[in-house]
């Protein structure tokens, strides 16, 4: 009898709250490997809370998460988060070496010394994003696109199996983006699998080969040609449920009792 | 000039003198460098609020331990300091997440409620204890010399003070050394610390119990609330001339060392308080640094703006 | 030589020292006029005959007034560390001004004071803007560095051969003792120009802390009106320093704003409520600080706020957290016994509605019980008049000798009945608009049921079209089906 290999990704009934409003309600969602996902929706629909909401970022209210099958902590030693651009702090005093070092130490041990193949790997990476000239540049005064491709190259030194992108292509120019396109796919035919947040509608048929319809609950998720219909993104971006959403915030402020007293 | 080289030089004429500053000028210098070491963690981590507020909330742990135990050793006042400021975290998160309270005003209410509480515990046992409540605020480091002498093997080695201080010192070295990685990382990137499985609750609470051990450490030498000062001017000053966290780390080393002589020399000329003085020197070093480090200096950027928009200009024409 | 500057320093804090047991021995001077007897104390300071009682009760309300009223824009615009570090750095300024005034001239303190104030405030701005140094190391280094500068300043004031420095320290911790009538004028100044400002300011002072960048569209000088605040602050920071001292004064202007803050949610009430509780601080602390000869003022006072604070936080009826948990747990018992009579509901309906009563064991089954829980449940449900229950002698082929069987009330029915149409309308609305799959709403409804209300259940209704069955084709009763009671068994279209 063959054993199936745990999913990458399940998620059950996950309810993520913010300041007593649900951001997210009861979403089912399970992806499969080798998938490169696009989680798109309108703005606050909850995109960016469902990656955070995976990596323990954000507390779940209810639901869980399950990362190749095992909901614990140690599952994110196999993923990898590239995160939103506003929400790192650029004047921290790291060089773009060190960010990418930063993704090898999970591979190198916690106490041993940094390898000289550890840095000619990290140096292969920032090669392979063409940032090896900003090697030893200070993260803030590198342009947009230069610093996402820095915590790109930190993914690739990670070798994370699933991969969770927060607007990648936000904010980047034109050569940058069709970089990080060929990366994408590059990683998908390694058989790694991607869920990547995207804003952009026209061109999120072409760079995924699946998508999370997402707002405030799953809408539809499913391989690009069979969801991205004129009905389902219809359903996703016309306008907010506010019966779901008053209601789940009633949920959220009951807290318990909304089961039995003993 | 030849007076201000004669009133420099002064406090270092006889050998009684010479020794006695040393063991001062020593004393700053690990209290300087143990708090710039965790005050670098501080600063890069935005929590120099949260040390702020841990320094004051120990207060009444310090008092307690001090009452029960009716002395000043390390062991019991870091215990108490160090139950006192977890307690003192633990109220602000509590206060921060089950009540309307937000961050700023948690932190505000705990602490000085805290600090109130250590001070109104003191001034009941003002009579049986010789601790002035003012000596909290601004530490005797020139009582240093009178501590207790030691002695290893028959040999004079120091005294208790130096001592106790050394051993922190050491601690918060081999500390920040053996846990670089993990500070590090969980300083920049909590989702990457995530993804490494590093336990990023453990760290922060390492990092506030290391706090609260140089600030009772610190706290006779230089009082609570210029531990803060001893914890942010180092950080602050070395970033405008180093882009690496590593070398900020390191140049805490000669900034103590001048925070300690410089501030021993001021306090002697001028009668200041030794502890003062350091800060000021302190601040006096980070001023040039300020406006003309190479590292966003306020100065050498807006130089960069001229010669940019100068090239512009020109490239223009 | 330098044995005199360790005699010096020696000096220094003998001096110090010395002064904190004058001032412990003047409050002692107040106190022991009459008997020591601790009972006549409080009846002499509650009657407020003795006019250093007096004016040292007036201060302290009147400082707790201004601290309240000025902490309830401190705590809204989140403020409140920067009150810290103002309140530091009016240090160097004290001492300044008690250089140029070569006594305790309060006005001259208090210009000091304020523009150290804001030397220190506006050096963090500067920082801020121009390097990339982060507000809060900005506002620590200002903080504790005009804190150093004040300390110095003050111990090379303490050894210059003008004495009368001895009051200056009582501004670390604070003492009433000093206080005298014109030590009021500065207060009653701070008050009327708060009570004023905010009087007139009102509305813009509101906007522009709500939503800057509204207010700044609309015309609203923010700016300007941020930098009101901070001289009202540095005001009340400055004329509250000599009781309450500097190391403690931010804490009267966050504590009685944060407890307002817990009653209620609108900005006028939670001046008035602010400035109530700030002057109860006031005159209960400066009363303990009274009886306690030892005590000093600033810490009594700000632990007298803080157990107001934890006293609204745990008893307030509204939030507190203590009948919070009291109404938690009623509502669980609530939620039971609904739960309970929707079951009753599901077994009548499995029976077709074709009797109105129901064997207590069916009950029992459906709801996966106990024969022993169920007969406390229905217990509960007579008790609260939902239910009645009859003995009834069973067919003779029955092992039992008599069968419990259980009918609704009205009352009983109609709250049955509308759970079952809140959870199957709920799983319905789930499965239509928000595109849930059908076999993944039970758990949502069952939890939702008991909170959602009559006016969303309308719009549901509306919003599905009057809906006749749920997502598993069990029939949704009615509004009609709900008020009519159990008369007839529920009108069901077929089809």
Known sequence: ?262 | MLDFAEALLDPWSTREQVIWNLQIVFMGMMVSLSCGLVGCFVVVRRMALLGDAVSHGVLPGIVTAYLITDSLSIGPVWIGACLAGLGCGASIEWLRTKTPLREDAAMGLTFTSFFALGIVLLSLEAGATHLDPACFLYGEIGLTPLSPKLELWGLPSGNQALWNMGVVCLTTMISVIVFYRFLLVTSFDCSLARSLGMPVIWIQYGLMLLLALVVVASFESVGVILVLAMMILPPVSSAFLFHRLPSILMCCLPLSIFYSVAGLQLAYSMNFPISASMALAGIVIFLPCCLLGPNGGVLTNSKKLKTRKSSRDLSAN | MFLPIWKKLKYMLLILVLSKEASVLKAAQISSESDKDWINQAIRFWTFTDPSIQIIALGAILIGINCGLMGGYVVSRRLSMFGDTLSHAVLPGIAVGFMFSQSKNEAVLMIGATLSGFLGVGIISLLKRHTKMKEDSAMGLVLSGFYALGICLITYLQQSPNGGTSGLESYLFGSLVGLSDRDLVPLCFCLSLIIICFILLNKELLLSGFDPSFARSVGLPVDILQFCIWILMAFCIVSSLQVIGVVLVSALLIIPAATAGLLTYRMSQILVYSGILGALSGIVGCFLSFMGERLPAGPVIVLCSTLLFLAVLFFSPARGILPSWFRTRRRGQRIRFENTLKACYQVLESRSFSSQSFPQTALAQRRGKSDAEIEKEIGVLIREGYATRQEFPTEQKSELPSETMVSLTPSGWEIASRMIRNHRLWELYLTKEASYAPDHVHDDAEKIEHIIGEKTVRQIERILDNPQRDPHGKPIPSQDDIDRGWLSPPLVADK
């Open chain 1, 1 to 262: 009898m063959r054993v199936a290999l745990p999913k990458p990704l399940e998620i059950h009934d996950l309810t993520v709250a913010y300041q007593q409003k649900p951001v997210l309600y009861g979403i089912d969602l399970e992806v499969e490997p080798g998938s490169l996902v696009g989680i798109i929706g309108p703005n606050g629909a909850g995109k960016s809370t469902l990656i955070k909401a995976i990596m323990g970022i954000m507390k779940s209210v209810d639901g869980y998460v399950k990362v190749f099958g095992d909901s614990s902590r140690k599952a994110l030693t196999r993923v990898g988060y590239v995160p939103q651009r506003e929400s790192v702090d650029w004047d921290f005093p790291v060089t773009a070496m060190d960010v990418v070092l930063m993704g090898r130490f999970g591979h190198i041990g916690w106490f041993k010394r940094i390898s000289k193949r550890d840095r000619s790997f990290a140096s292969e990476c920032l090669e392979q994003m063409n940032m090896l000239p900003y090697a030893n540049r200070q993260i803030g005064n590198l342009s947009g696109g230069q610093q996402q491709r820095v915590f790109l190259a930190r993914a690739l030194a990670q070798q994370s199996d699933l991969y969770l992108m927060d607007e990648p292509f936000e904010g980047v120019d034109a050569i940058t983006e069709k970089a990080i396109v060929d990366l994408l796919k590059n990683l998908r035919n390694q058989g790694k699998t991607l869920m990547v947040v995207h804003h952009d509608l026209s061109t999120a048929k072409d760079y995924f080969d699946h998508l999370a319809l997402l707002n405030l609950r799953l809408v539809a998720y499913g391989k690009t040609e069979d969801v991205f219909t004129h009905d389902l993104l219809q359903k996703t971006y016309g306008g907010k449920l506010t019966v779901l959403s008053e209601v789940g915030s009633r949920k959220l402020n009951e807290k318990q009792p909304t089961q039995e007293a003993l």
